[in-house]
């Protein structure tokens, strides 16, 4: 078992321990709080460990539609969100289609750190493009265009009318 995998089962026991002593009065509230701001923390720094890993890809990715070739470092963007999480421990499966049914719903008011974010063509609603939360308005994404082939930073409120919806995986 690895470190991160032992690390989450560990606090997903701690709080479900804490959660049930407290429902039967036998520890006080403030120990509840304390074993989820420990989880919270620990997926900020999920979080932020995801967002280096893509950050130092910028520069050495190459985007192909439909590649998944993490030898060449060429991936499509989910195949990009794909081996970005994978670095950090969270299993992902290839394709927005796929990626888009992981996690949990996260409205784009809430969105924190790390939420895969989704986005259409802009002609049609069906989900096409994916990229990672990071945070003040941003995200980081695999993709193709006039001016860029590769790993970019980019604002949310540029694509606006593209955003679809939102993902917490972690």
């Known amino acids: 078992m690895t470190t991160i995998n032992w690390m ?9 321990c804490f959660a049930l ?12 709080g304390q074993a989820h701001a420990a989880t919270a923390t620990t997926q900020a720094t999920k979080a932020d460990s995801i967002i280096a890993t893509a950050k130092s890809l910028q520069g050495k990715v190459r985007y192909v539609y439909g590649t998944n070739n993490p030898s060449q470092l060429i991936f499509d963007c989910s195949s990009f969100t794909k081996y970005v999480f994978g670095k950090s421990g ?15 719903y996260v409205s784009k008011s809430n969105l924190r750190k790390g939420d895969l974010i989704f986005f259409n063509n802009g002609r049609t609603s069906t989900i096409s493009h994916v990229g990672i ?6 995200f980081i994404h695999n993709t193709i265009g006039s001016k860029v082939n590769g790993v ?8 606006t009318k593209r955003y679809s919806t939102a993902r917490r995986v972690l």
């Open 8 to 16: 989450k089962k560990t606090i997903l026991a701690t709080t479900c």
């Open 21 to 32: 002593l407290s429902a039967n009065g036998l520890v006080g509230d403030a120990f509840v």
């Open 90 to 104: 969270v299993s992902l499966k290839w394709g927005t289609s796929s990626q888009k049914k992981q996690g949990t």
């Open 133 to 138: 939360y990071i945070g003040n308005g941003q």
């Open 152 to 159: 970019v930073i980019a604002k949310l409120s540029d694509y």
